[in-house]
């Protein structure tokens, strides 16, 4: 009887073992670099967005304005489990670089990505650029999850400050 059946299954289920944990992984790992490089544009600091309060950014740590409270859009992706709120990030120029995390209690239900070439991921470090303070850097991205809704937890980390977000995605935060 030959092994050869045997020894190929077994290779299959190492390289699929190992595809999946790289796969987790890539959420689980350091922060993501988003270089300069990603800005997709320029604007005044403070960074408001819309004059309608209930599309108001939300400014954080004097370093950061953050989507509204509450965003109604949630779309299912085609390819894997996640469904995608489509938000971007503004952060002001000229401060040190700035933080973002998904808390570790939500890493198995939600990720994020801001940054031209960020993927999904559950943390993110964004390269301080520019030293115009009153200009902010525009990040394109959003919030992943694996749920149609959920209030997001998000942590913002700016110099030794940090503070904690709620993100109603689909629905509101309580």
């Known amino acids: 009887m030959t092994r050869a059946p045997i020894v190929a299954a077994t290779v299959a289920l190492l390289l699929a073992a ?13 922060p993501r670099a988003v270089p300069c490089s990603e800005i997709i544009a320029t604007t005044k600091w403070p960074y408001i967005g819309n004059r309608d309060p209930r599309y108001r950014y939300r400014s954080l740590l004097g370093a950061v304005a953050v989507a509204p409270a509450y965003i109604s859009q949630v779309v299912r992706q085609r390819e894997g489990s996640w469904y995608f709120a489509k938000a971007g990030l503004v952060v002001r120029a000229g401060g040190g ?3 973002v995390s998904v808390p570790l209690a939500w890493r198995k239900r939600a990720a994020i990505t801001w940054g031209g070439n960020t993927g999904i991921t559950n943390s993110l470090r964004i390269a301080r650029c520019g030293s115009d303070s009153n200009r902010g850097n525009a990040y394109a991205g959003g919030f992943y999850l ?3 809704s959920a209030c997001l937890p998000l942590i913002f980390r700016a110099g030794s400050r940090s503070t904690t977000v709620r993100f109603g995605l689909g629905r509101r935060c309580p």
């Open 18 to 30: 190992v595809a999946a944990a790289s796969s987790h992984s890539a959420l689980q790992s350091a």
């Open 146 to 148: 694996r749920s149609r």
């Open 97 to 99: 670089p700035v933080r």
